[in-house]
């Protein structure tokens, strides 16, 4: 925002052409020939002669300007508003009462702003800062303006984009929505751990670079004691990976990626669940993770078989760990489909392999030494009879 006040500066410089010692010797030089070698004045009057004069000696200080080059440079400057980003960290561990007599990390930070909202008014009245206030966990908005009150941030509120804390997303986000204002500093009021997951994991470090090579400077406040890795404790699923379609009673690897942050000493149960006939989700397979340092990534590999067909829902979950800042990161889903084997109609379907030795063959006989699962249909798919070698013969059928 530009105010109406102007400051204006006129200066006047010379850039002689070569350099000044060029200059002088040449303004002596043309000086030396207009007094040593003056015009024929004698058939004009002594007023045409001082006139023809004084248009020689016009000229050749016209001649010396140009040599000088003479430069005028105004200057004029617009004061604009200065502009102040705030950044409030809301996202579900500043809950955490570690604050001074058991505060909270949200009352805290609302309670320093507070502090902070003469100093900060005056700065608007006085020296026209605007101020923008944004709070942010997951997703990132600006604070709607309350006359009288800068920081007007409420109560903390279970949201449901509390459980990450997307700080480089959150600072890239402000910069691009105020990027039309010139930013005078950028105010960073949070515990300080990141924990984000893609798209929104942009490294805080990336965009305090961007705003270091603006020039903008970067204030970063913590709030909550600093917390080792045997205090901080949290175990989250990254990730999950199965095949998109599964078949009915083939058994089908389910991949996780779960964090572990401070649990060196204990070891986590991470537990797949499988959505039922009727609904339910049912407990299928399950491991136990145990961390090798302060703050580590297990790969976790378990199988499931399906055995109903349909649309199901796949689900890893970590079992919450005692003593955990955040728990709603501890499972992931997705969905998987069961669809029925082609050229067979649902049902439970049957193989049977027979091997026998040359003898007379009976379509759709089971020998004694025939080796197959009960069914009530069965086909004949293969055979071949020869004296003089074993014959395999293979049935297929479904109930």
């Given amino acids: ?195 984000a997951y893609p798209p929104r994991d942009l490294p805080p ?12 400077p970067l204030w970063a406040i913590t709030f909550g004691r600093a917390r080792g890795a045997a205090q901080s404790r949290d175990a989250a699923v990254l990730g999950l990976s199965i095949s998109e379609k599964v078949f009915r009673g083939n058994a089908v690897e ?26 339910g989700m049912a407990e299928v397979a399950r491991r136990r993770v145990q961390a090798a340092g302060g703050t580590t990534e297990e790969t976790v590999r378990l199988e499931w078989t399906p055995e109903a067909l349909g649309e199901r829902k796949v689900q890893l979950v970590v079992e919450p760990i005692e003593g955990e800042t955040v728990a709603t990161n501890n499972e992931v889903s997705t969905f998987v489909d069961v669809p029925s084997e082609p050229g067979l109609k649902p049902g439970r379907a049957s193989v049977c392999l027979a091997a026998f030795m040359p003898s007379k063959l009976v379509a759709g006989e089971v020998h004694p030494w025939a080796v197959c699962c009960p069914m009530k249909k069965i086909h004949l798919l293969d055979s071949s009879l020869d004296n003089q070698s074993a014959t395999i013969i293979i049935f297929v059928g479904h109930s």
């Fill in 205 to 216: 470090q990336t965009e305090a670079r961007r705003l270091g090579e603006r020039g903008v």
């Fill in 254 to 279: 389910v991949v996780g990626r779960v964090r572990l942050d401070g649990l060196s000493d204990r070891e986590a149960v991470v537990k797949l669940l499988v959505e039922q006939v009727d609904g």
């Fill in 1 to 195: 925002m530009t105010t109406g006040e102007m400051v204006r500066d006129l200066t006047l410089g010379f850039e002689p052409v070569g350099s000044w010692l060029l200059f002088v010797l040449i303004a002596a030089i043309l000086g030396g020939v207009l007094f040593m070698f003056g015009p024929d004045t004698s058939r004009l009057s002594r007023r045409g002669g001082l006139v023809l004069t004084l248009l020689r000696l016009t000229a050749m200080i016209c001649l010396l300007v140009c040599l000088l080059r003479p430069t005028l440079v105004g200057t004029g400057r617009s004061l604009q508003q200065a502009t102040v980003l705030v950044l409030a960290d809301r996202s579900e561990s500043m809950t955490v009462a570690d604050g001074p007599h058991g505060q909270s990390r949200w009352d805290h930070l609302r309670q320093t702003l507070q502090l902070a909202t003469p100093a900060a008014q005056r700065a608007v009245d006085k020296a026209g800062v605007d101020i923008h206030t944004w709070v942010f966990d997951r997703e990132s908005r600006e604070q709607p303006a309350v006359p009288g009150q800068l920081f007007d941030l409420g109560d903390w509120q279970r949201l449901a984009t509390v459980e990450e804390t997307a700080i480089g997303a959150a600072l890239e986000a402000s910069r691009r929505a105020l990027a039309d204002q010139p930013l005078a500093g950028v105010v960073l009021l949070s515990d300080g751990g990141q924990h």
